[in-house]
């Protein structure tokens, strides 16, 4: 810990905008990615040499289903994708040749191709509108045939599964060309299988996808399930995008583009109002894994909290003041020092190993008096049952606040974490590293699920954030 420590990694501090500037990308030798008017895939063939890279930029907006593939000579060329801001969402070093993934934000990306050897390429971007246009079906029957519209690469389903039930559907695919699947559902467990024309198993449920792509290595119709895991009933919506090998007739065009206009966002959360205390016990309301508290403290001098907690859960504490001259002390009631006041600390966490009240001593080292702002944290420990690895906690979060919760996983493992809201409710997820402080998904996305592999063994904390209405919800997690 650093003395009086100015932490970006605010943690419990979700009020703060955050802003990270990277520098913006530069497009001058970069090749605006344009489609057709009222196509949502466009193809781009190119050469790339040895060692060699081709850029391009295209735009979209936040939570677009973005699916992208490149097929060449020899297998050699693949492709890494960045945002505005330079931030690698897929890095070249990873030699992806198909990705399918909602995109974070609203603007332009950069989309480069890279060669390990000589390499003509044929690029397919397919990013499909976040509304169904009003000229393309909506499938809505449970089961049966998808068919995709002509001259169209996306088809988008909707349905209701009931409890640890599945309901089939079909689609027609040939040989080598490459579908991708995006799922949405209102629990957060139901999940895609697949199967090819000759019984070959491309999905399994058990794996749990909700994102997939692949290419299809036969000509015929394929069997598609959409498997619920949960003991509620769901409601899903989910796409399939199979662009045609190479750019369709102009005259499967539609004659006017389609316009998709972005949506607002909601308005940022207000800074919640502290409660005046001057010292004394610390207790959390009902459901609440934090408490912001406002004290005033007299030139040299300490006040005294109190708080209770268990063995296993993180504590993070936040201390802010008019003259930055306060500071954190911790210890416990059986004589054990974690913090002295000497030490200067403005910020402080860590896993607390004991279950026992817990004595914080906020001391004012100046000559004049100062307010100031206390944040304690305790996220709320999520475990999986035994041979499980999924769990549900639900809630209600009050208007403009955050309850915390904090999950152990290792590197390499899959983390899927979705947030099924009650009506009447706005609240979006925050996801950090604890040991790393990396951000993983921001509040200020708006994003309410998070999918991806964890580059590191730690804890991850998770934060559901309200944004001006007090918000009902269920949260599930599952980690394997």
């Known amino acids: 810990m650093k003395k009086s420590l100015k932490v970006a990694f605010t943690i419990g501090m979700l009020w703060v905008i955050s802003i990270f500037l990277f520098g913006i990308l530069s497009v001058s030798a970069q090749t605006p990615i344009q489609f057709a008017p009222g196509q949502t895939t466009a193809w781009l063939e190119g050469h790339v040499q040895p060692g060699g890279k081709v850029e391009y930029t295209f735009y979209a907006m936040k939570n677009q289903v973005v699916s992208i593939s490149i097929r060449s000579d020899k297998g050699a060329a693949y492709f890494g994708y960045a945002d505005q801001y330079g931030t690698e969402y897929l890095k070249l070093e990873y030699k992806y040749r198909m990705f399918v993934r909602p995109l974070r934000d609203t603007g332009a990306y950069k989309l480069t191709v890279y060669g390990e050897a000589a390499e003509n390429y044929v ?67 139901v999940y895609f299988g697949l199967v090819d024309p000759d019984g070959t198993t491309y999905l399994d449920p058990s794996k749990e996808w909700t994102y997939y792509i692949s290419p299809l290595h036969r000509t015929g ?119 002295y006041n000497t030490n200067d600390y403005s910020y402080w966490t860590m896993m607390m190993a004991k279950t026992t009240t817990y004595n914080l001593d906020i001391c004012n080292k100046a000559n004049q008096q100062t307010d100031y702002n ?52 706005q609240a979006y997820l925050r996801i950090t590293g604890m040991a790393d402080g990396v951000v993983y998904l921001d509040n200020n996305l708006f994003q309410t699920s998070w999918f991806g592999y964890l580059p590191s063994s730690q804890d991850y904390l998770i934060d559901v954030v309200s944004y001006g209405l007090a918000s009902g919800y269920d949260l599930s997690v599952t980690i394997k």
């Open 123 to 189: 690029l397919t971007l397919t990013i499909a509108p976040l509304e169904k246009p009003a000229n393309i079906p909506l499938h809505t029957q449970n089961g049966g045939q998808i068919q995709i519209a002509p001259g169209q690469s996306t088809a988008w389903v909707s349905g209701t599964v009931q409890p640890y039930s599945n309901v089939q559907y079909q689609f027609f695919a040939d040989k080598y060309q490459v579908g991708s699947l995006a799922m949405k559902s209102s629990t957060g467990q």
């Open 221 to 339: 119709m394929y069997n598609l399930t959409v498997y619920n895991t949960g003991g509620t009933a769901a409601t899903y919506d989910f796409q399939l995008t199979i662009p045609p090998f190479n750019a369709p007739p102009a005259n499967y065009y539609p004659t006017q583009p389609v316009v998709y206009q972005p949506t607002m966002p909601p308005a940022l959360p207000q800074i919640p109002q502290a409660v005046f205390q001057n010292g004394g016990p610390i207790r959390f309301g009902s459901g609440e894994t934090s408490a912001l508290i406002a004290g005033r403290l007299q030139p040299n001098s300490c006040l005294r909290y109190t708080f209770y907690a268990g063995n296993n859960y993180h504590l993070i504490l936040l201390l802010s003041s008019t003259n930055n001259n306060a500071n954190l002390g911790l210890s416990d009631v059986l004589g054990t020092t974690y913090l």
């Open 374 to 425: 206390l944040n304690l944290i305790i996220p709320a420990r999520i475990n999986f049952d035994p041979n499980q690895y999924s769990a549900t906690r639900s809630g209600t979060v009050k208007a403009n606040g955050v309850v915390s919760y904090s999950v152990q996983a290792s590197a390499g493992q899959m983390m899927n974490v979705n947030l099924s809201l009650k009506p009447n409710s």
